[in-house]
């Protein structure tokens, strides 16, 4: 592909957002500081993943389930994974291993935390501290996840950043080449 049909699609990119992501005004101000159009779509996995046009055509849609090639799961605290690799464990692990095998790269990014509250045990649940970081480096391990740490005000903009850069990345390798053939 060249230089400038690169630069189309990545000035077409819209992100795509998990219709079962709940509304709120949080939200909201994480959408707005994307800095590009967005959509609510249904994703097999993850909370977010990017769309963008080559043409007259998108790659994904809007009437369809997408299973993207990138995604990112946002978690709002140290508290809500801590959840999720307790009692909501089956359903993460499901998740995760659809966005496995299908190959996709995987970010989770958790708001409002580091490495090292979770590690110190500073969040508000009873999951022992070394059996919580012991539980995210094996998830880690096994879906080959990157983690994000950031503040929550920056979350809409490092979504971007991830999603932007990925789909950069794969148009530069010539994975959509055969996109519209």
Excluded: W
């Excluded at 992100?15 to 079962?20: E, F, G, N, P, Q």
């Excluded at 970081?133 to 979504?159: D, K, N, T």
Aim: glycine share 6%; with cysteine; aromatic share 14%.
């Amino acid at each position: 592909m060249e230089y400038l049909d690169i630069k189309a699609c990545l000035d077409s990119m819209q992100i795509l957002v998990d219709s079962r992501e709940q509304p709120s005004e949080r939200a909201e101000r994480r959408y707005k500081s994307f800095g590009c159009p967005y959509r609510r779509q249904t994703l097999e996995y993850g909370d977010y993943t990017y769309n963008f046009r080559i043409g007259d055509r998108e790659l994904f849609p809007d009437n369809i389930s997408v299973n993207g090639d990138c995604v990112i799961e946002r978690k709002a605290s140290l508290e809500e994974l801590s959840g999720n690799l307790t009692h909501g464990r089956d359903r993460f692990n499901r998740e995760f291993q659809k966005a496995l095998d299908a190959e996709a790269s995987i970010y989770l990014l958790i708001e409002d935390a580091t490495i090292q509250k979770m590690y110190a045990g500073h969040y508000k649940t009873k999951f022992d501290k070394n059996a919580y970081f012991a539980s995210f480096m094996a998830f880690l391990a096994r879906y080959h996840i990157q983690p994000i740490f950031c503040p929550a005000e920056m979350s809409g903009r490092v979504i971007y950043e991830i999603l932007y850069r990925e789909l950069k990345e794969r148009l530069e390798r010539g994975v959509y080449d055969g996109f519209c053939a």
